[in-house]
Nanobody, 122 residues
Framework: QVQLVESGGGSVQAGGSLRLSCAGS????????MGWFRQAPGKERDFVAS????????YYADSVKGRFTISRDNAKNTVYLQMNSLKPEDTAVYYC???????????????WGQGTQVTVSS
């Protein structure tokens, strides 16, 4: 019943910026939290950022604090991830996520997007 469609991935040089978008459809009203995870080759899918849909409160992984900003647009039913000062270690597939609780762990996620590739070159 819930679909998450991501866009905005691509390739940038270190220090550059990208903005990811995730448009939700279906019963998104039942999901109070949305967020982003990422998975690099050979590694686990890790938490990046989360936002409370109703309040706009945010939470970030230590690795992206001060560089990434998560936000949401209620009218467009869309969540964004603004990524600045990108580093090669940010290279990963980024996944949009939604859940009824803070989506800071994969087991708390009820719905996933298809993923979008972000590649940062040095």
């Amino acid at each position: 019943q819930v679909q998450l469609v991501e866009s905005g991935g691509g390739s940038v040089q270190a220090g550059g910026s990208l903005r990811l978008s995730c448009a939700g459809s279906g019963r998104t009203f039942s999901n109070d939290h949305m967020g982003w995870f990422r998975q690099a080759p050979g590694k686990e899918r890790d938490f990046v950022a989360s936002v409370n849909w109703r309040s706009g409160s945010t939470y970030y992984a230590d690795s992206v604090k001060g560089r990434f900003t998560i936000s949401r647009d209620n009218a467009k039913n869309t969540v964004y991830l603004q990524m600045n000062s990108l580093k090669p270690e940010d290279t990963a597939v980024y996944y949009c996520a939604a859940g009824s609780r803070w989506v800071t762990r994969t087991d708390l996620v009820d719905y996933w997007g298809q993923g979008t590739q972000v590649t940062v070159s040095s």
